[in-house]
DNA sequence: GCCAACGTTGGC
DNA sequence: GCCAACGTTGGC
């Protein structure tokens, strides 16, 4: 299984609309970047995902999961962006913030902390490890 | 609100 | 195909 993060200002799209969505998911549109939607192409149905709150917050505040391949992002019409659908599987118990990352040395090669626009990324095992720990969820 | 970093665009 | 200019993103 692989591990992602996805990315969003909780002003368009936050955690609570995705709790909304339920076990339906929703689609993660208006990606407009080719690193994102690459590695949304490569993601695989079960596959789990941190959603982080960018801008104000600034930390993960739950867990994903892949509920629907790569599609076209119905937002798009020009056909060249995809996307997956994700579901909300639960909060974490302790917010983990980019400043936590940044001061985690297993944790500082992060893209999170290196290239913090890209909204899409990989997260390695370890890393998903270790931040699980962190948020107090297992 | 500012600024640095990154990605994309377009002229050559 | 390179590179400068511009726009956008997101941390501070």
Redesign the pocket.
């Known amino acids: 299984m692989a591990y992602w993060l996805f990315?969003?200002?909780p002003n368009t799209w936050g955690w609570d609309q995705q709790v909304a969505k339920g076990e339906a998911g929703e689609q993660w549109d208006g990606v407009?970047?080719?690193?994102a939607r690459n590695n949304m192409q490569k993601m695989a149905l079960g596959d789990r995902g941190f959603f982080?709150h960018?801008?104000?917050?600034?930390r993960i505040v739950g867990i994903v999961e892949v509920c629907a391949l790569a599609h076209p992002d119905s937002t798009d019409d020009t056909g060249k962006w995809h996307c997956v659908d994700i579901k909300a599987v639960k909060a974490v118990k302790t917010p983990v913030t980019?400043?936590d990352c940044?001061a985690h040395p297993e944790l500082s090669k992060m893209i999170?902390v290196?290239?913090?626009?890209?909204?899409v990324q990989p997260v390695s095992e370890d890393e998903w490890t270790i931040i699980c720990q962190l948020a107090g969820v297992s």
């Open positions: 990315k969003s200002e407009r970047n080719y690193q982080y960018s801008i104000k917050e600034k980019l400043e940044k999170l290196n290239n913090s626009r890209l909204s």
